[in-house]
């Protein structure tokens, strides 16, 4: 079925054809809790059925949302087992979705979900809301109004959140949900403010793949998932040091006092940057959107992947955000400026709430990377190019990572795995000011522990340009390569562009490399003075 817009009002997607069942919640049982689910990562942007959260600060523009004053009532047992807690502000589950482990507490109890369903019981509930993804919105509608189990399928954000990214036509206005959004887009004559967030309470409908999406919008970090700090940190160190210490070995280190001349790091706030890029659209997920709209939905969505403003055209859109700050000194060798205009995408400005980020992946074109802090603060996880994450699954090519839906679901389920690890991951948390080095090949989590603004550029210097053009001349280059529209032939442009530019870099990094190889291979003294067979040493006079 082809996804539509109509242009008359179903009664339907406001309300349900039977009647609420309100009922307290009871206790969240976590104990055998949810399926571990995973998305694939392509370099090609997808929208996916599931999402990501973001709840926090109050929004000067709609003050509360309908139904949020009885959402935000906290209601008995919603403290998590086993030392997880929910955020303050979060509410109960909008339909009363408890987990699976609840029915199994519950013997008398029937899971309304399969009744609902009928036939459909047997599917998984990742594959009923695929098959509702085709679905337009009328028909979600009117599908809501069948049973219980299709009212809750029906109404699960993501899927409107889908409708509205992907059919937007114009200014995307965030109304406290998704499908008011979408109502609100599609029928503007119709007072969205009617249509209560919390909707109707479904009683016994267990489901651990809808309950977990509710879970990972809405509960706290763990002071365990905070507390390792084992990044080494410098301030003042010189560029050869640098080098020596971090580039040539690849190791990441936290820079301090590298940016304390910058004007956007005393500027740069919401109000600062609404007033000063006014209608400029930034890229934020497959949408654009000016900074006072995007603002607006931050303060409001409660999503476990919330959208986050990732731009590597802001410097071209807004001249002055360019200007307000300046590389730092350790990361100015950039050998892809040999390209001029017809490099790659190289640097983003980053904003998003509490609760936004990037999940496990590796830098584009095996390039490294920095990451400054203007405002807020991030937490890194980094594990070295030939440790692959717990939880991560890269394809044998490269081309695609699968791994946890979302950061918040990694660290449930993975991160208590690397305490036993003899080769723990890099940990920190970056706060505003500070710089972080991001070694080529590396492994990298990122999350923001508050709302967060951040300059983030990739770039390719000595240390790392035969890394870059190994991987530029991969035999799937055309699927590997990022950020520019001419993936197949940028190697030979790239490396005809050095040769005309910096004549004899190439040659001289692989006699260096050569000479490193055969520095390693080369057998010590001890080597030269044991008898391997005897394994006692020998005397040559």
Known sequence: MCRQSSKTLPYCLFVSGFSSEAKPSSMLSFKSLLSKRTKAITKKKKNKIRSKTVPTKQNPICEKCPGEEEMEEAEDGDEVEEGFNLKASAPSHTHG?????????????????????????????????????????????????????????????????????????????????????????????????????????????????????????????????????????????????????????????????????????????RDYLVKLCGDVQFAAGPVEMNLEDYFRYADQAREERPLYVFDPKFGEKVARLGSEYEVPVYFREDLFNVLGNERPDYRWIIIGPAGSGSSFHIDPNSTSAWNAVIKGSKKWVLFPPDVVPPGV??????????????????????????????????????????????????????????????????????????????????????TLVSGTRDRVNLYDKFRKAIETSLPGTIDKLLQKAEEKKAQQSKPSFWDTVTDSKAGAFKFSF
């Open 97 to 269: 979705v408890k987990p699976l482990g609840n029915l199994y507490l519950n013997p008398g109890s029937v899971n309304s979900r399969n009744t609902g369903l009928g036939n459909l019981q047997t599917l998984t509930d990742e594959l009923v809301l695929e098959i509702l993804a085709f679905l337009a919105g009328t028909h979600l509608g009117v599908l809501a109004s069948v049973s219980k189990s299709f009212y809750i399928f029906a109404n699960h954000e993501p899927l409107w959140r889908n409708l509205v990214l992907e059919n937007l036509n114009g200014r995307l206005l965030y109304n406290c949900t998704w499908k008011s959004t979408y109502i609100a887009a599609h029928y503007p004559s119709f007072d969205v403010s009617n249509v209560s967030v919390s909707g109707l309470r479904v009683r016994d409908f267990y489901s651990d793949y809808l309950f977990q999406s509710w879970l990972c919008a809405n509960l706290e970090m763990k002071p365990e998932w905070l507390e390792r700090d084992n990044i080494i940190r410098r301030r003042g160190i010189s560029v050869e040091e640098f080098i020596s210490d971090f580039e040539e070995p690849n190791k990441p280190v936290l820079l301090e006092g590298c940016m304390d001349n910058w004007v956007a790091l005393e500027k740069w706030d």
């Open 393 to 478: 699954h890269p394809s044998p090519d490269g081309a695609e990572v699968a791994c946890p839906v979302s950061i918040i679901e990694w660290f449930m389920n993975f991160y208590g795995a690397t305490k036993t690890w003899k080769r723990k991951p890099i940990e920190c948390i970056c706060k505003a000011g500070e710089v972080l080095f991001v070694p080529n090949g590396w492994w990298h989590l990122v999350f923001n522990l508050e709302e967060s603004i951040a300059i983030t550029q990739n770039y390719a210097s000595r240390s790392n340009l035969l890394n870059v053009l190994d991987f530029l001349k991969r035999p799937n280059a055309s």
